[in-house]
């Protein structure tokens, strides 16, 4: 809104056991997996501080090496179930694979939270990084990293045309009439791709949100153009301010070359924050959870970030140069890039993706952290942060009792919330169902309804 100032989003990435490899070794942690209290306790905590949303990763493959918070989890989906009833305002964001789930299962279970959470439902929209997943579904092959792209781009496609099934007042319920719905306002999609066959309609009415919030967070040049045409957050990997910007350029061009406003798609690089009511006692945090980080947990999730093992290479040595990845190439070009510019060996590589995954990691007090991020968002490097805190539930309720407030008092975050839905939030426009956008732009489109939108 003119003369407003603007103002940053906050999200956290809620993995139960902590985003450092050892958040959950700190004696103030809690974890568990399947620990549904401390979960709904955090998920309050970052309403309490009215973030924009607590976001759920997931992935659809588990083996005990893995990073502890992955290992083990919810399935998202249903955990957002419960959620929606023990919260207000918070968005709740959800990650569901385009490879591994079909277009008419999904886009129900979204349209049916986003309702019973009265509109609060984003989807992280991922392909699915991770081979292993292929062996769980009966079609057995990992798709390649372009073609998975091309599913998603059509899944979404889909899931939006399903979302437009039934027109917003199509729901008549008329008991003097007898008539439940107005067979004219659905719209039945008929796609046949290359990819889907999705006769439809949803049977669902439309999300509260017209369609739930769209993130995603891939890097490569394809991922970038996935996002460029279809998200409206991006979360991004990043460790140098410079370098952020002109992602953030990049991707605002990209989406400008889409025929969209760069205005409605809102830039998140990962956040790890260690708060200390002075500098040294969050170092002394860090050493902490450096002491307790296990190394084969780090260089496991290291490998997995660079999509190659690298336990094999002299430690000592310096980072190998290795081909792009085809798993996470966001992060891989981070790390690679990093290492790089700050001289690292390997080990001092491990060492520093155990403690933030990659993620951009300040460790020190409310005020030089908040100056961070105020320097970021400022000089357009970010719309705002994904927060990972390292442990929990403190990781987080030190950041929403401590810098919160400082960036409350500096006017960069909301005292409270002036809306009711993510969209609301995130400042996002409300999509129209596809018939009523083309009534408004030639009213006699109206005679349209019925028919099938593509
Ligand atoms: C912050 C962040 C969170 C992500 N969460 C997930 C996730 O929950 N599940 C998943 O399969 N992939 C996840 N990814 C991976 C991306 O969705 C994407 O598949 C990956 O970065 C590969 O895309 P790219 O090659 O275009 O970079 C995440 C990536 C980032 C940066």
Known sequence: MAGQQRQMHLGV??????NVVSGWRLPEAEAGAQNFDLI?????????????FVFFADGLNSFPGMHPSMVLRFEPLTLLGALTTLTTHIGLAVTASTTYTEPYNLARMLASLDHLSGGRVAWNVVTGAFAEAAANFSAAKHPPHEERYA????????????????????????????????AGKMHVLDHAGKFFHVKG??????????????????ASDTGINFA??????????QQNKDVAVAFAGRLRDAVQQRG??????????GLCTIVGSTEAEARAKLAELGTLTDPTYAMKVLSERMGQDLSSYPLDGPVPVLPPSTIMQGHAITLAETARRRNMTLRELRDFVGMSMG????CGTPEQIADEMQEWFDDGAADGFNLLPPWFPGGLSDFVDHVVPVLQKRGLFRLDYSGRTLRDHLCLPYPGHPARRA?????AAASLAGRSVG
């Open 13 to 18: 990435l809620l993995l139960a056991a902590g």
């Open 40 to 52: 709904r306790r955090v998920t309050q905590t970052a309403e309490r501080g009215k973030l924009d």
């Open 151 to 182: 599913i998603a781009e059509e899944f979404v496609k889909v899931t939006k045309g399903l979302w437009d099934s039934w027109e917003d007042d199509s729901l008549v319920i008329d008991k003097s009439t007898g008539r439940y719905v107005d």
């Open 201 to 218: 309609p949803l049977n669902i009415t439309r999300p509260p949100q017209g369609y739930p919030v769209f993130m995603q967070a891939g």
């Open 228 to 237: 460029a045409a279809v998200a409206e957050v991006v979360f991004t990997v």
């Open 260 to 269: 969209r406003d760069p205005a409605h798609v809102k830039v998140m690089p």
């Open 359 to 362: 993620h951009k990691l300040i």
């Open 439 to 443: 009534a408004d732009a030639m009213p």
